[in-house]
């Protein structure tokens, strides 16, 4: 053991370890059990997992918890499953139980007050601890002892270079006896870190973040050796993805709630051609940025936002400069993100766009009853579910709910289904995954909709000054990006909504025809259209290499902000 490694234990921190846990029997629900040892071992799982405060004695074990507290725990349990929210340990949570996951608790969506945390609503999550200098460096002590020293020594270097793509961050691996910031190290057992490993299974590995109060051993990582590691095989464990995961625990991110990413709680099997997936990109440039071009490159570097960042005109159109007049002259129904693509519903017409900017309908549409089956024309809004990937479609007095291209039986129903006080003939409907929130918006009013509750928050409605303010009133039409930023439509015109400033960004309204659908500025003018849908003179923007450089990258840019 290397001399950082003996350093004494600081403080209380996190670790993250691959675990699992099992729940035998059937399902918990409501605060009751079948049986004690399922009781058991749910509470212990919410305990390690989910910070549910509990007594060491079995027998008061259930003083510390009530239901209501039990359910919310279980329901924060599963958005990290990806399972849906019913609030007790059903099928389709036992089933997750089941497999190796990461034993960092998973973030509770709250500070110690009780008051939700951050601005911006994301999937990807922080330790709370970052590494102050862009340049690390890394040791590997030893391999895994099932493959070649070669194989495992390439496979964690591939893991950094995951990161380092992305970032910043430079890493340089110190050969033989040289200090790193971050040591590697394969063992089994009792390896000297209050966290034994526990034989083949189960546990996995687990790593320090930074700045966790354990000395000279944040940012290391430990591997189990009585694993079976492997490289480029759907047998065993595959070590290069197990490295990255643990990897971004090290540089400080947290767990994910989207399933798709290396952060995700979940160890996933083996992917071929893995590549980082976008919630993890978003995640870390938050903490370091992104990667800056090379020097003596001719890459331009990307627009940075200054105190007034008014979009400029310039000569490089949007993705289309001649488009039709079918979608440029027109205003939307409702647009809103499906499956991680741009939908904009215009009467029983709807154009399909996948981010930043790329049209992937026809010019003049498609029509909406090709797609989903029974669907309601000229719809009022419409949103996906981020939990369960129900799509919900508002129109009059009525919703629609979809599973994928199916409406769902027993569909239509009332929107006072849903919460009585929910008003008919909606103008917007925006939802905010991060804290299961969703926002009804009529006129100059919003409800807030709580979608593990199933019910209105109290205190709603009010007026959309105070939930959004600098948004005008009425708007047409609400979504937010799969970059997690906020749009809100008047018209024809939009408006980029700054969660964490609580205001409407500078330079905005924009033409949301020519910057998302590439419509030809000086076509609208010919037009004569203005930004509340009449005709007349109107001020409208251009497609500019700036927007099309912001849009692409601004889950990296709107961290500057914060």
Known sequence: ???????????????????????????????????????????????????????????????????????????????????????????????????????????????????????????????????????????????ANRLRGSESDDAIRRAFKVWEEVTPLKFTEVQGNGRADIYLTFGSGDHGDQFPFDGPGFTLAHAFPP?????????????????????????????????????????????????????????????????????????????????????????????????????????????????????????????????????????????????????????NGELTSHFWQSFPNKIDAAYERYFDHMIFFFKGNEYYKYNGLELVAGFPKPIKTLDPRLPANLDAVISFSEFSKTYFIKGRKVWRFDELEQRVDEGYPTNIKRVFPGVPSPVSSAFVHIDGTAYFLKGYEYYRYNETLKSVEDGYPRRFGVDFLGCDPNKLVQLGLNSTGGTGNSNINRPTKLFILLLTISAVLNSVLQ
């Open 1 to 143: 053991m290397n001399s950082k490694m003996m350093t004494g234990y600081v403080g209380i921190a996190l670790v993250v370890v691959f675990t699992c846990a099992v729940v035998d029997g059937q399902g918990y629900g409501g605060g009751v059990a079948d049986s004690q040892r399922d009781l058991e071992d749910a509470l212990s799982y919410m305990s390690k997992y989910q910070g549910l405060p509990m007594s060491n004695d079995p027998n008061t074990r259930m003083a510390l918890v009530s239901h209501t507290d039990l359910a919310s725990t279980i329901r924060n349990m599963q958005r990290y499953m990806d399972v849906p929210l019913t609030g007790h340990i059903d099928g389709a949570t036992k089933a997750k139980l089941t497999q190796p996951r990461c034993g960092v608790p998973d973030p509770s969506g709250q500070d110690t007050a009780g008051h939700a945390l951050g601005g911006r609503m994301r999937r990807f999550a922080h330790t709370g601890g970052k590494w102050e200098t862009h340049s690390l460096t890394f040791r590997i002590l030893n391999s």
């Open 211 to 363: 700045q966790s109060g354990w000395g000279e051993m944040d940012g290391d990582v430990h591997f189990d050796d009585a694993e079976t590691y492997t490289v480029s095989s759907y047998d065993g464990t595959n070590l290069f993805q197990v490295a990255a995961h643990e990897i971004g625990h090290s540089l400080g991110l947290g767990h994910s709630t989207d399933s798709r990413a290396l952060m995700a709680p979940f160890y996933a099997g083996y992917i071929p051609d893995f590549q980082l997936p976008y919630d993890d990109q978003q995640g870390i440039q938050r903490l370091y940025g992104s990667k800056r071009p090379s020097v003596g490159t001719t890459t331009k570097k990307p627009p940075q936002p200054g105190p007034n960042p008014k979009p400029e005109p310039g000569p490089n159109p949007g993705p289309t400069t001649h488009a039709p007049d079918t979608r440029c002259k027109k205003t939307y129904d409702a647009i809103t993100l499906i499956r991680g693509e741009l939908f904009a519903f215009q009467s029983d017409i709807y154009w399909r766009l996948r981010f930043p900017m790329e049209l992937i309908s026809r010019d």
